[in-house]
């Protein structure tokens, strides 16, 4: 599944039409339960962390919303794929947890990502003991944007997503880029960065000229996605 999935973000990569890319699953019990724990052996973890890893790291130069819709567990490698998304919706009965501790290993994505998103203290709690968190305290320490409930929650995550899918795709590009650029600086380099984006790119589409006029002209935007 891993070889797939690197497959389809490498096609991703190269089509400029997509507006966003979304992690979803069939059936209602789980997202994801991670990597086969026989995968871990010595004799082939070197070449299931090659894969893997491979993945987030097309994931990182990937400039459209991408999106996890989870509706059940996610656990182990499945939570660490569903916090590198960039909007990740919820339902109400999802349980959500790292449990590789239990195991005797830890989590090297999550590792690397979740100081970023939750913070230091959220991190060591669920890396050190491995326990399971609910879909609403995911929300609330930053790994999930919205929890809906079960009865409806295709129809949810649509109306979630579609303000996502009515805006600018170049806009959107230049400024997943800005945000993603400033990941590893500090405030000043990365608003310098962000600056450069902003005037070189964001400034020199069709649409930012024309999302400035609409609002002048006082009438609705009609995005060229150019």
């Known amino acids: 599944m891993m070889k797939e999935i690197n497959e389809v973000l490498l ?6 039409s ?23 052996t010595e004799d082939r973890v070197d070449e299931m962390i090659d894969v893997f890893h491979r993945m987030f790291r097309h994931l990182m130069e990937i ?30 009965k999802s349980r959500i947890g790292q449990p590789e501790i239990a195991v005797g290993v830890f989590p090297p994505v999550a590792a690397a990502w979740f100081p970023k998103i939750i913070g230091l203290k959220k991190t060591y709690e ?20 919205a929890v809906f409930p079960v009865e409806g929650f295709k129809e949810s995550v649509d109306k979630f997503l579609g303000d996502f899918m009515n805006k600018s795709r170049p806009v959107i590009m230049w400024t997943k880029k ?16 962000s600056e450069v984006i902003y005037n070189k790119g964001c400034m020199a589409t069709a649409d930012a000229k024309e999302g400035i006029s609409a609002f002048m002209e006082k009438r609705k935007a009609v995005w060229k996605d150019k």
């Open 11 to 16: 096609d991703v990569k190269k089509d400029g």
């Open 63 to 92: 400039d459209i919303p991408t999106v996890a819709v989870v509706n059940g567990r996610s656990l182990g490698g499945g939570c660490e794929l569903m916090s590198f998304c960039d909007i990740v919706v919820a339902s109400e």
């Open 178 to 193: 800005a945000i993603k650029a400033g990941l590893s600086l500090d405030f000043v380099q990365a608003l310098n960065a």
């Open 18 to 40: 997509l507006q966003m890319l979304v992690f979803d699953h069939a059936g209602d019990k789980a997202f994801c339960d991670g990597v086969d724990v026989a995968d871990h």
């Open 126 to 145: 669920l890396l050190l003991t491995g326990k399971m968190i609910s879909a609403k305290e995911a929300e609330a320490i930053g790994l999930v944007n």
